[in-house]
């Protein structure tokens, strides 16, 4: 009798566990749908300002050899003018955007990239923008340096907006 | 379990090693950020950051000193491949203990060599028993110590449970998480020792059927398994003795800030340690943190292991609700931990869950195979005429195993590492390119070990000063009167742990690259460029007075001509350093980036003037028809296969195609000593 009152409590109990597991499975994946879609745009390990990024992971990041290029220099001819040359540090999709930060998303991990006063923002075709004309979901080639020993932090010299893939 | 039980779990673990074998990581690698520490670490017996992983270290120690096989980080990386396949040979083993037993044996095989082989074959859980990291080690570390625990439930042996106890306290050892599944082992002793809930025991139990023990009884056991349990568990984690002992040899920073010699230093060493990641998102952040651990279970199992995950939850509960409370108790707590955990390298966190939904996927299984006899049997039952049932049962069950083969097909590529001599091939040119007396300035700390890794290990080059290596702070006169040179990385960490100190390069130096390793490629983690630069209070020799190039090229690039170039000769070991020296006439001071290629291989990118035209130009005249040099040493890849290559160069530029490349010379690329035996030899042993 004792027995099955226990067996009747644990099966109640786990059956209501499991149900809550899959509530709140389910509600977590359509707050994140209706907000995002269904992309993986808001996924960000470390999280928007995450910290840990910054101080728990090592430097893997490096200088491409000799730097963005120089500005206000003439340039080769295969990229527009305005444009740094050579492949640039960071590539990704713009998730978030603060004052003196943007968070993208690279294809190597989520990136914070670091804004200064001496960032330019620049079209593909070279024309100058301001972040201000940079929103969420654009995607972006950042030439910059490296900082924080993570490689996860980028401060940005160039940020090019690119087209949108057809 | 039965002799075929132990055949099969040990097939699991030799089809998972082999695997793992095969993809492995050769030597150091970046594909985790504390990799060349924890791989350096074991051999030397030192302390590891926090929270310090004795167990992991005593292991490695016993792997590198004696398997005979490759290097040391080789060693370390083949320590986490064997206790990866352990992992998912373990998993057999507690399923077969676990599944129910109303389907035949065969079919509780498949039920249970399914799943482990899926685990075995997922992304994360194959990456990290490929390199030098503790995750794979913890693995098999919680899975023994399940072992453990289903053991004393089936014995209730003294010895057993004390065995138990004794794992689980070493566990921490190699992943200090494992503490919060705590809870959920007690609950179960719990409900073993009340028997509140039923399990298989209950049923092979010789004494089932007699009169159950009285309460007063039930509670001295429980009292007796408390005290050889806290006793078994003490022991293990008498382990963590290792950190004060072994504080003396930190060297990182950061971790020297909570050195381990008081105990509130172990508490912040251990416990205590980085509590700026955990719990640091706000409860509205959950709902998107749970979707990242989804996302991330996708990612393992696919939607279909999603689904029979779930469906064995039901049966787990339904069938066996004593281990139901078990692992979903373990499991909910890893989730609720690391959900709230803010990582880089989040998905790493979760492998003890993936290792939990593994099971969950045996009991989906069981429910389907468990399904299927009825309905055969149904059909047996209304047949005219007996079907010869069993060969089709064991082809069907072969079939299913073989859905293993999916995700080792699918994350193949992603997990092939054994092409990943990046960094390896770069430390060799480094001691082959540093000239007799240098100072190599490193990352401080737990990222400066790919370099110290090849010191501490095999002394390589002693005459070369690291003066990070002894600790984070050397005084700048250490470096009087030595050649300096740095790495990348090291120019790059302005801030953060791996940063220098701010007293030790405060002159304006010139930064020449002299050394390019491999490119980045992005499936081989997060790396960007490997460079070594020397660092130089005067300006670097860029303009050339008398041009004398030993091959000509005469190649218009439009603001800049390659006059022409030098090159090493031109048979080269794999592996090696190939030098060479371009000429360019400027039309114009500007930034023109070009690449270098061996065949299709780009072998690195750089600006005309190394980066240093805009300085050279302020510090000096430089007019139009000025003639520069780019000066430098390529590692070839030691991963090259034997051949002749184009050696070309091009411009480079973001937007557009590259242009036109210019045909420079062949380069015969030969192996003729073996990649590990060349780093062996550089290493000096």
């Not at chain 2, 065995?163 to 919060?180: E, K, M, P, T, V």
């Not at chain 2, 209950?202 to 005290?227: C, E, Y």
């Not at chain 2, 002992?245 to 920073?253: F, K």
């Amino acid at each position: 009798m004792a027995a099955n009152r226990w067996k009747l409590i644990s099966l109640s109990v786990g059956g209501a566990l499991l149900l809550l597991m899959l509530l709140a499975s389910s509600f977590s994946l359509g707050v994140y749908v209706g907000e995002h879609g269904w992309t993986r745009d808001g996924l960000s390990y470390s999280g928007p300002g995450g910290k840990a990024d910054a101080n728990n992971r090592p430097p893997q990041g490096g200088n491409a050899p000799g730097g963005p290029a120089l500005s206000g220099t003439p340039q080769m001819p295969q990229p527009p003018m305005g444009l740094p040359s050579g492949r640039p540090n960071v590539t990704g999709r713009i998730l978030g955007i603060q004052p003196q930060s943007i968070q993208a998303a690279s294809s190597t991990g989520p990136r914070r990239i670091v804004l200064t006063a001496e960032t330019r923002f620049l079209e593909q075709d070279g024309r100058a923008i301001t972040l201000k004309d940079l929103q969420k979901g654009d995607v972006i080639a950042v030439y910059g340096v490296f900082i924080g020993g993570d490689g996860g932090e980028l401060r940005a010299d160039f940020i090019v907006r690119l087209p949108p893939k057809e | 379990m039965t002799r075929p039980d132990r055949f099969l779990a040990l097939a699991v673990f030799l089809a998972a090693l082999t695997v793992y074998a095969l993809t492995l990581t050769p030597s150091l690698s970046y594909l985790s950020p504390d990799g060349s520490e924890l791989a350096t670490i074991p051999y030397v017996l030192g302390l590891a950051h926090s929270p310090g992983y004795p167990l992991y270290t005593w292991l490695g120690f016993l792997f590198s000193h004696l398997i005979p096989l490759g290097d040391v980080a080789y060693r370390i990386n083949l320590m986490s491949a064997v206790m990866g396949a352990l992992a998912a040979a373990g998993v057999y083993w507690i399923l077969i203990r676990i599944l129910p037993e109303s389907i035949p044996p065969l079919w509780r095989r498949t039920a249970a060599a399914l799943p482990a082989l899926l685990l075995a074959f997922s992304k994360t859980f194959w990456a990290q028993s490929l390199i030098a990291e503790v995750y794979a080690p913890n693995a098999a570390g919680i899975v023994i110590t399940l072992i453990a625990l289903l053991r004393w439930e089936r014995t209730r042996r003294r010895v057993d449970l004390f065995l138990f106890a004794l794992a689980f306290g070493l566990s921490l050892g190699l992943h200090i998480s494992d503490l919060g599944f705590a809870p959920a082992f007690i609950l179960f002793i719990l409900l073993c020792l009340f028997e509140l809930v039923g399990g298989p025991a209950a049923a092979a139990d010789p004494s089932a059927g007699t009169k159950p023990a009285p309460f007063s009884g039930k509670l001295r056991s429980f009292l007796s398994v408390a005290i050889l349990g806290f006793i078994g568990f003490a022991l293990g984690v008498a382990q963590f003795v290792w950190l004060p002992l072994q504080s003396s040899t930190l060297i990182d920073r950061a971790m020297l800030r909570s050195a381990p010699t008081t105990l509130e230093g172990i508490y912040n060493y251990t416990l205590g340690a980085f509590p700026n990641f955990k719990f640091a998102f706000p409860l509205t952040a959950l709902p998107d943190r749970l979707v990242i651990y989804l996302d991330l279970l996708n990612q393992q199992y696919g939607l279909i292991g999603i689904g029979l995950g779930i469906a064995g939850l039901i049966s787990l509960l339904a069938r066996r609700t004593r281990y139901f409370y078990l692992l979903v108790g373990m499991y909910l707590v890893e989730i609720w931990f690391f959900i709230q955990y803010s990582a880089f390298d989040l998905d790493v966190f979760f492998i003890p869950a993936h290792i939990i939904w593994a099971m969950f996927i045996g009991f989906g299984v069981f429910e389907i195979i468990h399904a299927l006899q009825v309905i055969f049997s149904r059909m047996r039952a209304t047949a005219d005429r007996p079907c010869k049932i069993k060969p089709i049962t064991v082809i069907a069950g072969i079939i299913m195993i073989l859905f293993a083969a999916v995700p080792l097909h699918n994350n193949w590529s992603a997990n092939d590492f054994s092409q990943d001599t990046a960094v390896n091939d770069f430390y060799a040119g480094v001691w082959s390119v540093l000239p007799g007396n240098a100072a190599l300035v490193t990352p401080s700390g737990v990222f400066g070990y790919d370099a110290f890794y090849w010191q501490l290990v095999y002394d390589t080059r002693a005459d070369v000063l690291l003066p990070l290596r002894p600790g984070p702070n050397p005084s700048a006169q250490a470096l009087a009167g030595r050649d300096l040179f740095a790495t990348t990385r090291t120019m790059t960490g302005n801030a953060g742990p791996g940063a220098l100190p701010a007293g030790l390069l405060t002159r304006n130096y010139w930064t020449v690259p002299v050394l390019f390793g491999q490119q980045p490629e992005e499936s081989f983690g997060r790396r960007e460029a490997l460079a070594l630069y020397h660092l130089s209070v005067d300006p670097p020799p860029l303009l050339e007075a008398d041009p004398k190039p030993q091959f000509l090229a005469e190649a218009d690039l439009g603001p800049v001509q390659l006059l022409g170039f030098d090159l090493s000769p031109q048979r080269i070991e794999s592996g090696d350093v190939l030098t060479v020296k371009f000429y360019w006439r400027l039309k114009t001071v500007t930034s023109v980036r070009v690449e270098t290629r061996l065949g299709n291989l780009t072998l690195e990118q750089h600006e005309i003037g190394l980066g240093l035209l805009g300085r050279f130009a302020q510090a000096g005249p430089l007019p139009p028809g000025s003639v520069i040099s780019d000066s430098f040493a390529l590692i070839i890849p030691s991963v090259t296969p034997p051949g002749a290559y184009a050696f070309t160069i091009r411009p480079s530029g973001i937007g557009s195609t590259p242009g036109t490349a210019i045909h420079l010379g062949t380069v015969d690329v030969i192996n003729e000593i073996g990649t590990m035996e060349r780093w062996l030899q550089i290493a000096g042993s």
